[in-house]
């Protein structure tokens, strides 16, 4: 198991103490300092189900900043982004080792990762 983290995050942080908890072992990857290749975010996105843009904090200055309230729908160009600019993703994000990923924001969406 795997989580995407942001350490300054209070969700991020209470995932992690879950997981801590629940699934001694995991891998903790602290994605603004080790940043996702584009196609590691596909892989995550295919995991997910989603869309890029659907992951993408647009409320980040750097989103503001790109314009991306305005940037067409394009998954190729907004995974570059993203890719580029891991601060506008998400967290934290939890990979399972069956292959299955969550937006683990909700202590809903964690505990349906953690079963």
Same mark, same amino acid.
């Given at each position: 198991? %795997? *989580?995407?983290?942001? @350490?300054?995050?209070? #969700?991020s942080r209470t995932a #992690?103490?879950? /997981?801590? =908890?629940?699934? @001694? $072992?995991?891998? %903790?990857?602290?994605? /603004? =300092? %080790?940043p996702p290749t584009a196609a590691e975010l596909a892989e995550? /996105?295919? #995991? /997910? $189900?989603r869309q890029p843009w659907e992951i993408t904090r647009l409320k980040e200055p750097r989103a503001k900043e790109l314009g991306l309230a305005d940037l067409p729908r394009d998954r190729d160009a907004w995974i570059a982004v993203l890719a580029a600019n891991p601060v506008l *993703?998400?967290? @934290? *994000?939890?990979i399972t080792d069956d292959g299955r990923a969550y937006v683990a924001?909700? @202590? %809903?969406a964690l505990s349906e990762a953690l079963d």
């Open positions: 198991m %795997e *989580i995407w983290h942001n @350490p300054r995050c209070t #969700k #992690k103490a879950a /997981l801590d =908890d629940a699934a @001694p $072992g995991h891998t %903790e990857r602290r994605y /603004l =300092d %080790e995550v /996105l295919t #995991k /997910l $189900g *993703i998400e967290r @934290p *994000i939890v924001r909700s @202590p %809903e």
